[in-house]
């Protein structure tokens, strides 16, 4: 037990710092939330709040799929064969997992920031929404993982991941969407803890499919 | 069914295909409890209650007096058609989900076959459930599509289904194919269904039984609508496993042929 948790430690230690000292790819992904936000900003400029929250889940949906894609497209066939010789396929997913939830995490709050001071702010419930906002960037994080792993297994296909994955992220999203339209009004909302709940059961969810479903995929 | 009978049938089905030069490598490539599994289903007497039910849903369906409902009037008989194109449907989908996990289990590619058949029976009926949904929909709420979250929601399961289907084109190496999609299969599954019926659920719909709404139990599935709508699921129901077991016998000759050629 101690040992798989010291792997998981490792692994996912491995992937931040890999992230750091490759930074081009880091910077990437920051100039591709720049750019997308100043496109809306240019589009539309201060847009109405529910405009404003539609557009944003777009934003993170995008940001979500062209960073948490590499996290599996990245690694070569030989790199692969290292890890399964090192590790064991739990410790590997949950390491994967970890590491892409907390790069959306700080990436989402990053757009956020951004959005916030380009198309004006809209929130009355900062907190709330920034919370929220990590909750949902972790949800696709997790759901992406997992594809991205798939994904992987088919050949590196990054149009294959689209595919696959808009129609099981849109409930979601869905959901995300009318969970964070209650940070925009001042009005208790009936039905927001349920919501929020069930966000959490879809995470721990997914979380429990990627140790059951992994192993499978990591045998070839 | 005497078992030499059986084995005569079978021999008549190898000379027809043309597969008597094939050695006989059933054994391996299926294992014997697979082939127990589907002994009920060579038996006649289903295939001879599904024409019957379907005969008497389409005759009756449109024939039997149903309750006079304002808004509703004649669409109503669309309830043994539409409705029961969901059930036939979730119940196609979860045997793709249990044979995906079988396979997953057993690497067996007589399970991959069924998973993969049932899905696109499933999708089959998925798409008529739209098209006789969407009808329906026009002549009571005013347009083909109404944005509405059950809607939705078979847009999104179709949308799902027709993803694993890319999947598993993507691949050349049929093993490889079976284990991946049975992975995706499952994953999607897992995840898709409690939101499928979570989200109507809790937002306005305006399907009956949803936001408000009350449900066609509660005032108008009187007996004249029962006595119909049952037989009608079961009929449905038995059309989409015998679709089901014609495709799945369908791939298993072509996987024969792939694997002997």
């Not at chain 2, 024409?51 to 669409?75: K, Q």
């Amino acid at each position: 037990m101690t040992s798989s948790f010291r792997q998981i430690i490792l692994l996912a230690g491995k992937e931040l710092k890999l992230e750091w000292r490759q930074k081009y790819a880091l910077y990437g992904i920051l100039l591709y939330v720049i750019s997308t936000i100043f496109v809306i900003y240019i589009a539309v400029h201060t847009p109405e709040s529910h405009v404003w929250n539609a557009l944003f889940w777009i934003v993170q949906l995008f940001i979500t799929v062209n960073t948490v894609a590499r996290s599996f497209l990245q690694e070569g066939q030989g790199r692969m064969l290292y890890f399964y010789s090192l590790a064991g396929p739990r410790e590997f997913i949950i390491a994967k997992l970890i590491y892409n939830v907390i790069l959306m995490c700080i990436l989402s709050i990053i757009s956020l920031i951004l959005y916030a001071v380009l198309l004006g702010n809209p929130v009355i419930n900062g907190l709330f929404y920034a919370g929220m906002v990590c909750l949902g960037g972790m949800s696709l994080a997790l759901i992406f993982t997992m594809l991205s792993a798939i994904a992987a297994r088919a050949g590196q296909n990054a149009a294959l991941m689209a595919i696959m994955g808009f129609p099981l992220v849109i409930p979601v999203l869905l959901l995300l969407v009318n969970v964070t339209k209650t940070a925009f009004i001042d009005v208790y909302q009936p039905g927001l803890g349920r919501m929020i709940l069930m966000l959490t059961g879809l995470d721990i969810l997914v979380i429990a499919l990627s140790l059951v479903l992994f192993p499978f995929l990591w045998k070839s | 069914m005497k078992p030499n009978e059986l084995n005569f049938k079978e021999q008549e089905e190898r000379e027809k295909f043309n597969l008597t030069a094939v050695p006989d490598v059933s054994a391996e490539t299926f294992p014997k409890r697979v082939k127990d599994d589907d002994r009920w289903l060579k038996r006649y007497w289903w295939k001879i209650a599904c024409i019957v039910l379907l005969l008497y849903t389409i005759i009756g369906g449109f024939l039997m007096p149903v309750p006079a409902l304002s808004i509703l009037h004649e669409t109503i008989r669309n309830l043994y058609f539409h409705v029961t194109m969901w059930f036939s449907m979730l119940l196609i989908f979860f045997v793709s989900f249990i044979y995906s996990i079988k396979y997953l289990g057993s690497s067996s590619h007589e399970h991959d076959i069924v998973a993969c058949e049932a899905a696109n029976v499933g999708l089959l009926f998925g798409t008529l459930g739209l098209i006789t949904g969407s009808v329906w929909a026009r002549f009571t709420w005013g347009s083909f599509w109404s944005n509405d979250p059950k809607e939705l929601c078979a847009a999104i399961a179709w949308l799902v289904y027709m993803a694993y289907f890319v999947l598993r084109n993507s691949f050349t190496d049929i093993d490889k194919k079976a284990r991946v999609s049975a992975v995706y299969n499952v994953f999607a599954f897992v995840i898709i269904i409690p939101i499928l019926f979570v989200i109507p659920r809790m937002t306005d719909s305006l399907h009956p039984g949803n936001g408000g709404n009350p449900g066609f139990n509660s005032y108008d599935l009187d007996s004249h609508l029962r006595v119909v709508f049952y037989p009608a699921v079961a009929g449905w129901i038995l059309l989409a496993v015998w679709l089901l077991n014609l495709r799945v016998r369908m791939k298993r000759i072509e996987l024969k042929k792939l694997l002997h050629a």
